[in-house]
């Protein structure tokens, strides 16, 4: 069974900064696109960065200049380093990957964690 599991949340001040991570376990031959989503309360759920298997990232536009998402392909793990961060910011903050299981398995499934909480606040 494939588990993603997410750290690096907490409470920051406005203008504060915050490292996200994410890595993935379980039966894995290849992770292709890695994403970040948040949802903030009463919001819903919306992407904020992807990274594909060969580095090529988007960004929502609320994020660009400060987020940047990255990932390390040998331990199945992405990251989202958060600069400035703002109080609008705050959010559930959920990574998702899709994930070829065996060799020969085309397409790949996708797969959530349970989410870290991040909160700017002053």
């Known amino acids: 069974q494939v588990q993603l599991v997410e750290s690096g949340g907490g409470l920051v001040q406005p203008g504060g900064s915050l490292r996200l991570s994410c890595a993935a376990s379980?039966?894995?031959?290849?992770?292709?696109?890695m994403r970040w989503y948040r949802q903030a309360p009463g919001k819903q759920r919306e992407l904020v960065a992807a990274i594909t298997r060969i580095g090529i990232t988007n960004y929502q536009d609320s994020v660009k200049g400060r987020f940047t998402i990255s990932r390390a392909n040998a331990k199945n793990t992405v990251y989202l380093q958060m600069n400035n961060l703002k109080p609008d910011d705050t959010a559930v903050y959920y990574c998702?990957?899709?994930?070829?299981?065996?060799?020969?398995?085309?397409?790949?499934?996708?797969?959530w964690g349970q989410g870290t909480q991040v909160t700017v606040s002053s």
């Open positions: 379980g039966s894995i031959v290849t992770i292709n696109t």
């Open positions: 998702n990957a899709d994930i070829l299981r065996s060799s020969g398995q085309f397409p790949g499934s996708l797969y």
